[in-house]
């Protein structure tokens, strides 16, 4: 066996990572309903939600866009077996860190919502540094080429 082989990968590994796959799955499609929002379906929302969504810059969307995206082909590519997956969970976590310091720090979407709905925000961080490992883990357990 050669120093680039790979080793099968534990039936739990294939089982998280297309789990989280389904999770970055769901985080494309949280995007396309934004992206998407029609005036008619805005204008339905609370006041405070609506000055949030036509308030949040550019910038503050492509990271939503990176962060989903990389982290959906990461996952893929963690089942494909394959080490750059770990390069795009790595970009998925950064744009999940400025996606989530815009909506927190600076559209203050937790006053928005109410401070309960912090959790989510919170889980969507730790599942991401969470992907960033589990690839490190296979990579190192050469689980993947």
């Known amino acids: 066996m050669s120093v680039a082989s ?11 990572a297309a789990a989280l796959l ?38 503050a969307m492509a990271a939503f866009a990176i962060a989903v995206n990389c982290g959906t082909l990461g996952c893929l590519l963690l089942l494909l077996r394959r080490n750059l997956a770990g390069l795009f969970l790595q970009l998925s976590l950064a744009a999940v860190l400025v996606q989530m310091y815009h909506a927190i720090f ?10 309960g709905n912090l959790a989510m925000p919170v889980l969507v961080i730790v599942i991401a540094i969470y992907l960033v490992t589990l690839a490190a883990k296979a990579r190192v357990s050469r689980w993947t080429c």
């Open 22 to 59: 389904v999770w970055n799955l769901f985080g494309v499609m949280a995007y396309i309903r934004e992206v998407t929002m029609t005036p008619e379906a805005l204008a339905l929302l609370p006041d405070a939600q609506q000055q949030l969504y036509e308030n949040t810059p550019a910038w």
């Open 6 to 16: 790979t080793r099968k990968a534990p039936a739990w590994f294939m089982i998280v």
């Open 106 to 115: 600076i559209g203050h979407s937790i006053d928005v919502f109410n401070p």
